[in-house]
């Protein structure tokens, strides 16, 4: 449960719920339906992969679960992508996020905040790079600390009551397609917030008795990343109010400060930069799995496999990425990011999840460790869940959705390329 915990609380809930409320009419009460049905949505998917990743817990994960169900193609379609915007765009994300609550510390023009966002991934890198052991050391003591921070700010919001009186009812008088658009819209920013789910499917098939321990702990978890996610937003509101949440871009920040006063503004400010920081290098220690399954098969550079010979860690896959995010950084903002990375994400995740059904009809006698209950229904409501969100960001955002599809279907000639490599360097070593 610890380990979904940890994997998921990044930036998200300190820094979307204003843009969430906002694309949800101003009205509370849709806002947090919507933080409810992006935990569900995220419970149903992480069950689903649970079956695969029982099945299957080699390196690589979601790629190595197309790779089996539906082919190299739509593998390295995935890997790719994961490459380009998914992994190295999600730290990217929390990079450029890092920089809205270092400015709590020190003034930050739009260069300094790139720099700053550049140096953090470089720390996380320069760490993940010297060892694995003080990476997962990181990760444990700054996951206790920001479930710790989170708790302990949203207790003393709530039992504030220091919201003045809102104009803006709790529920829209009626519910219309605008509306329900909007809270689409907002999705996005929920689903960055529950983001890292599908990271701890990785471990399904080493836990002890997975049918019975691993739904307990992944409902357990997501469960709780609910109760914390809206005891957040509720602890918001009580601060500031309906109308000052949708105004704030730092509401953790600007909450805490209201009721405290500004040396805890500047308190709860570390801990967020601490749970991103956190985040970062959550994806940077299992990210690398992808890379080195990719190269493993032959559709990736080999040299991003290589341990390093003193270190013991994937050095180059960890600098290579850590390069390629800096330029992301460098180059987008916060939303922007945010929407790639989400909407490229999870049109890969439909696909996982239709794994389960491809793999029970082609290997029905294979051994399952754990198998998804609810099935069919849950990985199909999962997948029309995800298939709806895509739609509803191609409608609403079709500049930043094309740009995402395009980075996909890029990878068909890099993909073809590939191949044709790897079948001339076989040819070459037969005639030998």
């Known amino acids: 449960m610890l380990i979904v915990i940890g994997t998921v609380i990044g930036s998200g809930v300190f820094l979307v719920p204003g843009g969430v409320l906002r694309q949800a009419g101003g009205n509370a009460g849709p806002a947090l339906l919507v933080w409810v049905i992006g935990g569900v949505l995220s419970l149903l998917g992480a069950l689903a992969y ?19 169900a539906l082919g190299p193609l739509t593998a390295f379609l995935y890997g790719w ?55 997962a050391d990181v990760q444990n003591w700054s996951t206790g600390i920001k ?60 836990a002890m008795n997975p049918q019975r321990t691993f739904p307990r702990a992944i ?15 509720v602890g918001y509101l009580a601060a500031l109010g309906t109308e000052g949440v949708a105004r704030s ?48 098969d032959g559709l990736f550079f080999s040299k991003l496999a290589d341990v390093h010979p003193r270190y013991g860690t994937p050095a180059i896959s ?55 209950p609810g099935y069919p229904w849950t990985p199909l409501l999962f997948i029309v869940a995800a298939v709806a969100l895509v739609l509803n960001t191609i409608a609403t955002q079709p500049g930043r959705a094309a740009i995402g599809i395009s980075v996909v279907l890029l990878g068909l000639p890099v993909y073809l390329g590939w191949r044709r490599g790897a079948s001339h360097e076989s040819t070459k070593a037969r005639n030998l």
């Open 50 to 68: 649970g079956e695969l990743g029982a099945m299957n817990p080699a390196a690589g994960g979601l790629y190595v679960y197309l790779r089996v």
């Open 81 to 135: 992508t994961f490459f380009l915007v998914i992994a190295t765009g999600s730290a990217a994300t929390l990079a450029v996020a890092s920089t809205s609550y270092l400015q709590q510390f020190i003034a930050l023009g739009p260069i300094g905040q790139k720099m700053a966002a550049v140096g953090l991934l470089a720390v996380v890198a320069a760490i993940n790079v010297r060892s694995t052991r003080r990476s």
């Open 147 to 206: 479930v710790g921070a989170l708790l302990v700010m949203s207790s003393v919001l709530v039992a504030s009551h220091g919201a003045p009186p809102s104009s803006v009812p709790f529920w829209p008088e009626s519910v219309t397609t605008s509306l329900l658009s909007g809270m689409g819209l907002g999705m996005i920013g929920v689903l960055w917030a529950y983001e890292g789910w599908q990271y701890v499917t990785f471990s399904a098939g080493e």
């Open 219 to 233: 409902v357990l978890g997501t469960a709780s990343l609910i109760g914390i996610y809206l005891f957040a937003n």
């Open 249 to 296: 871009d730092r509401v953790a920040a600007e909450a805490v400060g209201a009721i405290v006063g500004p040396g805890a503004a500047k308190l709860i400010a570390a801990a967020i930069l601490v749970s991103i920081f956190s985040a970062m290098n959550g994806i940077t220690i299992s990210a690398p799995r992808v890379y080195y399954a990719m190269a493993r």
């Open 318 to 372: 960890i600098i290579a990425g850590t390069i390629w995010a800096m330029v992301l950084a460098a180059s987008g903002t916060f939303e922007q990011l945010l929407t790639y990375v989400v909407f490229v994400g999870w049109i890969f995740y439909a696909l996982g999840a239709a794994c389960v059904f491809v793999l029970r009809r082609t290997q029905p006698d294979a051994a399952r460790p754990f198998r998804v």
